[in-house]
């Protein structure tokens, strides 16, 4: 038998501030890595921030609702790729130079994949609309790329521009996405 949800984990501003908590996170612990290591590994950057968020969100999934622990390593899994594959194309796009659509293109990217991920693992077809809301705030969200990177000096600090709003808004929609009242996909082993 699962435990009851914790009833501040139903409430979209909790999910809010645990966007904010998981964008600051990201920096930080990129911050502290590239303050004992000169150099930060080429990997760490695409990985980190949607690895902590889909960890701290995947908490709050199974606090607001219990899920099998499956699923939520799927949604880890799922953040995680989404970010490096939209960190890649932001990547790639912005080798000429930055401009603004490259951050919302990436973003509309990233937030895609993981509004898809989220629906497939957690959700009825029907709740797919839901998800458009993670898509729209993601793809805004990702217009701060461009403020974050050229704004400022070069310290991964200016990334909280980035990040925290970004990932705020993005944990808000999956809270207005999740939260909704669609009964939980069910599958067989769950």
Known sequence: MHPA?????RRPVAWLAAGAVAGTASISILMAVSSLVPNLPDWMFPITPGLVFGVVLGGLLHLSRPRPAWRIACYVVSSTVAHHLAYDLAARLAKPGLAWTDGILAGAL???LLAAASTVLFLPPRALRHAALIVALGSLGGSLLAPAVLAFDATPWRLLILYVPWQAAIAW???RLFLAQH???AAAGD
């Open 110 to 112: 990233g937030s895609t």
């Open 5 to 9: 949800p914790h009833a501040w984990s």
């Open 173 to 175: 929609a999956s809270a």
């Open 183 to 185: 009964p939980p996909r």
